[in-house]
């Protein structure tokens, strides 16, 4: 049989120890690097090299040499664990497997997608119970976390932060994640659904709500109420927290985001309040009071940065044990970059892998879902995904964000989704002062339109209606309508002291 280089030569007998040497690499790079199919590698092996193997024997040689384009466990476990320890001192990577890069779209899609019988091993590797075999230890040493390029040699190394008792600060935020997660589940704290899915409590609102109109009253002016604002939201979490909810770390992670941007010492003031009350209420070996007191050694900008660590460790972990909702993952990618904790471009790989895979479920049960309604809560959840997934690419960020805002929030008034309804009203309000090509007069105007809208689908009183007069008035007192904005200010005020009295009465029942 011949070599790679040489002319070959008429078949000589089935492929010898030899000749699989001498053509791993060939093999290799078409199985892998140029993503052939089995049936195609034996079909080129067999017309330009006379290479005559069975597609037991490759299979058979593919396991030996660990070729699989599918991650295994095994292969996750190890790259889960290199790319914590790089991450914990600051360091970013890029993983190969066999010489073939895998990176972290790539990870995040099997964690969501792996079976129970898969995620129950991959459990097993990472907690040390289970014992690798030959090939699995000769797969685990090919495979390969460095840095993606060389840093000058002048430039210093990532400052490491270190926590009070030396260790440094975001290797131990990520293992005390993990503790939490694992000791969630191992409670049974945390429930599922047959399928898997991670079951959330159901509640009337969330009280990250309030954090986002305490914000727009901290950005107007209105420092008193938002001051009130937030004292209501730190009275829900204390609710949340003792419930325990699945999404308690979630929601404290992005409502320090949106404190970070509300004024100086807010965010910090809530890690001062949540270590508290988890001390309190849980104990001071409790994972969550061991987490925020670190983070009360930490800047507000390396907060920030470890935020989006901590979030990615918490997904990365829950989906070991179950799977989450598309759309609300979605939910927690579209949070993470208003918090500046994700780039765009990252989100936007996160929620296309998302709609691909909502898409790919309706190809697969849209038979077997004999009910209308189940069709159509699928087909919904899709046109949401799509609806991000598009803003992301063609709107995130230009300069008229907020003007398209509004005219999604008519257009979809009454008729579409009442999550893009609410959505687009807040992204409203949060990118006005960013869309600089949209004026004052065109900013008032739309607010204008918006305010019957809010009043008619969400309420005289909701969040959204009342920040959306607060920030009405800013805008007209700038633009020098003293009388109006005295008028609006006064609607506000009256207003707000009922949603008061309302919250107030809750309290008491």
């Not at 805008?475 to 003293?482: C, D, F, I, K, T």
């Amino acid at each position: 049989m011949n070599t790679p280089g040489t002319t070959p030569q008429r078949y000589n007998g089935p492929a010898r120890d030899d000749d699989w040497t001498n053509y791993r690499d060939t093999i290799t790079s078409l199985y892998l690097d140029q993503n052939k199919s089995l049936k195609e590698v034996m079909r080129i092996m067999r017309e330009e090299y006379y290479f005559y193997a069975t597609e037991k024997m490759y299979k058979i040689r593919f396991n030996k040499w660990g070729l699989h384009k599918k991650l295994r466990a095994h292969q996750v476990a190890e790259l889960l664990v290199q790319q914590g320890k790089r991450a914990a001192v600051g360091k970013s990577s890029v993983s190969f497997v066999h010489g073939r890069k895998i990176d972290s779209d790539r990870l995040n899609t099997y964690l969501r997608r792996v079976s129970p019988a898969r995620r129950k091993e991959l459990m097993e590797i990472l907690s040390g119970r289970a014992e690798l075999g030959a090939a699995q230890q000769r797969s685990i040493e090919e495979i390969i976390c460095r840095t993606p390029s060389p840093e000058p040699e002048s430039e210093p190394l990532p400052r490491r932060l270190e926590a009070p008792d030396g260790l440094r600060l975001p290797e131990e935020c990520m293992q005390i994640v993990r503790s939490y997660v694992s000791g969630a589940f191992d409670a049974a704290l945390w429930q599922t659904t047959p399928e898997k899915e991670l079951v959330f409590p159901h509640r009337g609102r969330t009280w990250l709500d309030p954090v986002s109109s305490a914000r727009q009253l901290f950005v107007n002016g209105f420092t008193e109420q938002g001051f009130r604002m937030l004292r209501i939201t730190f009275d829900d979490y204390r609710d949340v927290m003792v419930r325990q909810d699945p999404s308690l770390l979630v929601e404290t992670c992005l409502a320090l985001g949106a404190l970070l941007q509300s004024g100086p010492g807010l965010a910090e003031s809530l890690i001062n309040y949540v270590c508290g009350m988890s001390r309190i209420v849980f104990g001071p070996k409790h994972p969550l009071f061991l987490l925020f007191v670190r983070l009360k050694t930490a800047s507000p900008s390396d907060i920030s940065r470890f935020m989006g660590l901590i979030l990615q460790s918490f997904l990365q972990a829950v989906q070991l044990d179950s799977c989450l909702k598309p759309t609300w993952l979605a939910t927690v990618y579209r949070g993470m970059l208003n918090s500046d904790f994700i780039e765009a471009s990252t989100a936007q790989k996160y929620m296309q892998d998302l709609l691909t895979e909502l898409e790919q479920r309706l190809e697969q049960t849209e038979s077997s879902l004999s009910d209308s309604p189940g069709r159509e809560a699928l087909q919904t959840d899709i046109d949401f995904l799509q609806y991000h997934v598009s803003w992301l690419y063609k709107l995130h960020n230009i300069p008229t964000e907020a003007k398209i805002s509004a005219q999604t929030f008519v257009k979809t008034y009454g008729s579409g989704d009442p999550r893009v309804t609410r959505f687009s009203c807040y992204n409203m309000l949060r990118t006005l002062r960013s869309s600089y090509e949209v004026s004052d007069d065109e900013a008032i105007e739309l607010m204008f339109k918006s305010l019957t809208i809010c009043e008619t689908e969400f309420g005289r009183n909701d969040n959204a209606t009342v920040t959306l007069l607060a920030t009405l008035q800013s805008y007209l007192r700038r633009a020098g309508q003293e009388e109006a904005a005295a008028k609006i200010k006064a609607d506000f005020e009256t207003r707000w002291n009922e949603v008061m009295e309302e919250l107030d009465k809750t309290k008491t029942q």
